[in-house]
Antibody, heavy 124, light 107 residues
Framework: EVQLVESGGGLVQPGGSLRLSCAASGFTVSDHYMDWVRQAPGKGLEWVGRTRNKVNSYTTEYAASVKGRFTISRDDSNNSLYLQVNSLKTEDTAVYYC???????????????WGQGTMVSVSS | DIQMTQSPSSLSASVGDRVTITCRPSQSISTYLNWYQQKPGKAPNLLIYAASSLQSGVPSRFSGSGSGTDFTLTISGLQPEDFATYYCQQSHNTPPTFGGGTKVEIK
């Protein structure tokens, strides 16, 4: 079964850090672009960042709101990816989802697989 | 970044109703438009990609149309399991951006 399972969320004080994990099964993470998307309580979906596939040298890209504070990395041996979140702010409180960004057709991409999400709460 | 405007933000409908949700990007995106369904406490689920193509396993009562700056998601014959929040998302540019969501509630 193709699935993604996140972990690592929790309650952290402003300025703190966490490392979120996303374990994949049923497919090889290194073959795909993988993204993180977050959702603040009662709000909509916000793209956080992306790591491209092995063919594209695992390059990363981030939303302006998290650039310089968040870092995406991978561990191919564990078929996993990670989101290191530093210098956390109260506005970073959200459910964090990892999702596969895949070409559904020759030119169209979409988030076709999502994890169940992990909650990050930033509060003093 | 491309801004995605969805309307309405919420609607009330009855089982069997035909429901239409609109999505308007801030610039033309051809047909690079996807729709997702999200139920409370769950991750989003891809319904439609490339504006009008049904993702595998999605019931045929869901349909999408549009191009450029005007898109529509239609549910023909609303079912109890369709009460959820729906999001449009553009795949024309990075960053991928989402509409604000449309919550479909039971009348």
């Amino acid at each position: 079964e193709v699935q993604l399972v996140e972990s690592g969320g929790g309650l952290v004080q402003p300025g703190g850090s966490l490392r979120l994990s996303c374990a994949a099964s049923g497919f090889t993470v290194s073959d795909h672009y993988m993204d993180w998307v977050r959702q603040a309580p009662g709000k909509g979906l916000e793209w956080v960042g992306r790591t491209r596939n092995k063919v594209n040298s695992y390059t990363t890209e981030y939303a302006a709101s998290v650039k310089g504070r968040f870092t995406i990395s991978r561990d191919d041996s564990n078929n996993s990816l990670y989101l290191q979140v530093n210098s956390l702010k109260t506005e970073d409180t959200a459910v964090y989802y990892c999702a596969r960004w895949r070409p559904i057709t020759g030119t169209t991409n979409a988030f076709d697989i999502w994890g169940q999400g992990t909650m990050v709460s930033v509060s003093s | 970044d491309i801004q995605m405007t969805q309307s309405p933000s919420s609607l009330s409908a009855s089982v069997g109703d035909r429901v239409t949700i609109t999505c308007r990007p801030s610039q033309s995106i051809s047909t690079y438009l996807n729709w997702y369904q999200q139920k409370p406490g769950k991750a989003p689920n891809l319904l439609i990609y490339a504006a009008s193509s049904l993702q595998s396993g999605v019931p045929s009562r869901f349909s999408g149309s549009g191009s450029g700056t005007d898109f529509t998601l239609t549910i023909s014959g609303l079912q109890p399991e369709d009460f959820a929040t729906y999001y449009c998302q553009q795949s024309h540019n990075t960053p991928p951006t989402f509409g604000g969501g449309t919550k479909v509630e039971i009348k």
